[in-house]
């Protein structure tokens, strides 16, 4: 039998593409020049994303390879949750170190599978290429009723601003690479007309709540007190530590009495603040950066 380092490139993506099920909405899949997707219903829009997760930076190779995957499959699913869309198939391109034994790369292929398979999304297609650094880029393409499409820039002045779940310390813990989007609830606001405007959380608070009040030309005033941080993390850490993956959604006065009292998911939602006319921003003391891929980090945020 052939070891790992003298099969072919062709013979490992076979076998990385095994995990998947055959594409049923897919007119050609994986394994030809490009995949044909039928297009949506007249009614619908078309959703696109892609997103990268790399070595070192998103994540270390110390970490289980199929939480890697499922990170890298997961990351893209959050964002069509914040949009409200439904995500259909998936592109995954992959930067293989010499020195990387592709074994390890299948196992990370069996956890974007799983997280992929949880949500209905299939796969259909990518690219293989050498890198210094192990890497992955995944692209998806979804769909939206027409008009629906939850935006950053919607937001305005007097909207309650609400985050799901608890917020802090995912870089430092096995959060970053286990968390789930909340495709469900994003699909549910967005079917409902109840948001005013949603984004995901991936740079945290500190830096993505200042994102939609820019888009939305508003400011912003939040309470510290009322931030739901993860149990044993600070304030600041909920605000700045990045890799939340939570939604961050603004409610108009008028709609949140229907918001609290339809409200159908375990998820909790906690309101933190109200939009404001004005560019400026009342953080409540709280210092606001979140994570920015170009400014210098004294310490990694990662963990395995």
């Known amino acids: 039998m052939a070891t790992p380092d003298k099969l072919t490139e062709d013979h490992w993506i076979r076998r990385w593409l095994a995990r998947w099920d055959m594409p049923r909405n897919l007119t050609v899949s994986a394994g030809d020049d490009c995949a044909v997707l039928p297009a949506p219903a007249a009614d619908h829009d078309l959703v696109l994303k892609t997103d990268a997760i790399v070595q070192d930076v998103h994540f270390t190779v110390s970490a289980p390879p199929q939480r890697i995957g499922q990170k890298a499959v997961n990351r893209v699913l959050s964002d069509f949750a914040a949009m409200g869309a439904t995500p259909l198939t998936l592109m995954v391109s992959v930067g293989l170190p010499k020195k990387l034994n592709p074994a390890f790369v299948e196992k990370c292929y069996a956890g974007m599978s799983r997280a992929a398979a949880r949500f209905n999304v299939t796969l259909a297609g990518g690219e293989t290429t050498r890198s210094r650094e192990l890497w992955f880029t995944v692209s998806g393409i979804g769909k939206i009723r027409k008009g629906t499409a939850l935006l950053r820039s919607t937001a305005a002045a007097g909207d309650f601003i609400f985050v799901t779940g608890a917020l802090g310390g995912a870089p430092r813990t096995s959060r970053h690479l286990n968390f789930t989007p909340r495709l469900a609830e994003g699909q549910w606001l967005a079917a409902h007309h109840l948001a005013s405007a949603m984004m995901d959380l991936s740079d945290g608070l500190g830096k993505d709540l200042p994102r939609l009040a820019a888009a939305s030309r508003l400011g912003f005033t939040i309470s510290a007190a009322a931030l739901p941080v993860t149990r044993g993390r600070t304030r600041h850490a909920a605000v700045n530590d990045g890799e939340d993956f939570e939604l961050l959604f603004t ?54």
């Open 251 to 304: 409610v108009r006065p008028e709609k949140l009495s229907a918001l609290t009292l339809t409200w159908p998911f375990k998820t909790k939602f906690t309101p933190i603040g109200v939009m404001v006319s004005g560019k400026k921003n009342d953080t409540d003391g709280l210092t606001f950066s979140g994570f920015d891929h170009l400014r210098t980090r004294s310490t990694s945020p990662l963990a395995g």
